[in-house]
T-cell receptor
Framework: GEDVEQSLFLSVREGDSSVINCTYT??????LYWYKQEPGAGLQLLTY?????DMKQDQRLTVLLNKKDKHLSLRIADTQTGDSAIYFC???????????????FGKGTKLSVKP | DAGVTQSPTHLIKTRGQQVTLRCSPK?????VSWYQQALGQGPQFIFQ???????QRGNFPDRFSGHQFPNYSSELNVNALLLGDSALYLC??????????????FGPGTRLTVL
């Protein structure tokens, strides 16, 4: 079956780098996503990576994909207190009859940034 | 450019009642997906609507139903509410022509509390 696993908590100091890890099970996943959720809010799409890529960088965010091990990570450089939130890894389920596959989410990693 | 909007923001119902939640997709999007996010969990896929039809469905009972209108907006209906239906209900929109990337943009959610 399809499943996404994440560690539940991460605590870092302001200015340090944060690395949030995720493992997924569906080797046919073509796209993998990182979303951010602040308290009481919806999900904000941070970035996504196509499965034929190993790395994608977008300003302070770096996504690394190890397809062999089905491991995805999100690195946040120079972490700020405003980065405190829950971060969700998601993979796209297989398409059904040509329609877009739904997203399968992990339980989220709560990032706490201490000043 | 209007993002995904949802109404109401909060709702309190009692067991056995029925509820309707509403979603307007991001401007230019034609596909709407609904997710349920229980406290401390990642979002779980309920169903997806495209061209006014339910295209995919997650593992939710028939008490959960939906509709998509010609203007692409959507409703989620839940009948015979149970305490366990208390959750944040998230709507996500995407564009079918971007089927491969399936970049879904989420609304702020509707917080449903069942007493």
């Amino acid at each position: 079956g399809e499943d996404v696993e994440q560690s539940l908590f991460l605590s870092v100091r302001e200015g340090d780098s944060s690395v949030i890890n995720c493992t997924y099970t569906d080797s046919s996943s073509t796209y993998l996503y990182w979303y951010k959720q602040e308290p009481g809010a919806g999900l904000q799409l941070l970035t996504y990576i196509f499965s034929n890529m190993d790395m994608k960088q977008d300003q302070r965010l770096t996504v690394l994909l190890n397809k062999k091990d089905k491991h995805l990570s999100l690195r946040i450089a120079d972490t700020q207190t405003g980065d405190s939130a829950i971060y969700f890894c998601a993979e796209r389920a297989r398409n059904y009859g040509g329609s877009q596959g739904n997203l399968i989410f992990g339980k989220g990693t709560k990032l706490s940034v201490k000043p | 450019d209007a993002g995904v909007t949802q109404s109401p923001t909060h709702l309190i119902k009692t067991r056995g009642q029925q509820v309707t939640l509403r979603c307007s997709p991001k401007s230019g999007h034609d596909t709407v997906s609904w997710y349920q996010q229980a406290l401390g969990q990642g979002p779980q896929f309920i169903f997806q609507y495209y061209e006014e039809e339910e295209r995919q469905r997650g593992n939710f009972p028939d008490r959960f139903s939906g509709h998509q209108f010609p203007n692409y907006s959507s409703e989620l209906n839940v009948n015979a509410l149970l305490l366990g239906d208390s959750a944040l209900y998230l709507c996500a929109s995407s564009l079918a022509v971007n089927r491969d990337t399936d970049t879904q943009y989420f609304g702020p959610g509707t917080r449903l509390t069942v007493l």
